[in-house]
């Protein structure tokens, strides 16, 4: 699976940003999807996943509501919906796919992912 993550920029803080990641190769349906970011000088960490069938979704706790993940199986195609940014949501944020026997399983952690794409800066000024 190859990833393609697209749709950072700068933004001012509260306003919106809409990721997307393109994947191509094999079957998309069955692979569970996550976002993760990396901060400069910081650990990658988690953002968000959701199960190849979309009906399961998990967020990280900063999160609180302000991102939405979502699929377009048709598309081959992830997004992630950023609302009410700051300026600690700078980061470059990372696609990353992994294929899981049932449509309900999230994978949340990082080093359970097996392909990822290239990262899109995220830049939120205050």
């Known amino acids: 699976v190859q990833l393609q993550a697209s749709g950072g920029g700068l933004v001012q803080a509260g306003g919106s940003l809409r990721l997307s990641c393109a994947a191509s190769g094999r079957t998309f349906s069955s692979y569970a999807m996550g976002w993760f970011r990396q901060a400069p000088g910081k650990e990658r960490e988690f953002v968000a996943a959701?199960?190849?069938?979309?009906?399961?979704?998990y967020y990280a706790d900063f999160v609180q509501g302000r991102f939405t993940i979502s699929r377009d199986s048709a598309k081959n195609t992830v997004h992630l919906q950023m609302n009410s940014l700051e300026p600690e949501d700078t980061a470059v944020y990372y696609c990353?796919?992994?294929?899981?026997?049932?449509?309900?399983?999230?994978?949340?952690?990082?080093?359970?992912?097996?392909?990822w794409g290239q990262g899109t800066l995220v830049t939120v000024s205050s």
């Open positions: 990353a796919a992994r294929p899981t026997p049932r449509g309900t399983v999230v994978v949340t952690t990082r080093v359970e992912y097996d392909y």
């Open positions: 959701i199960s190849w069938s979309g009906g399961s979704t």
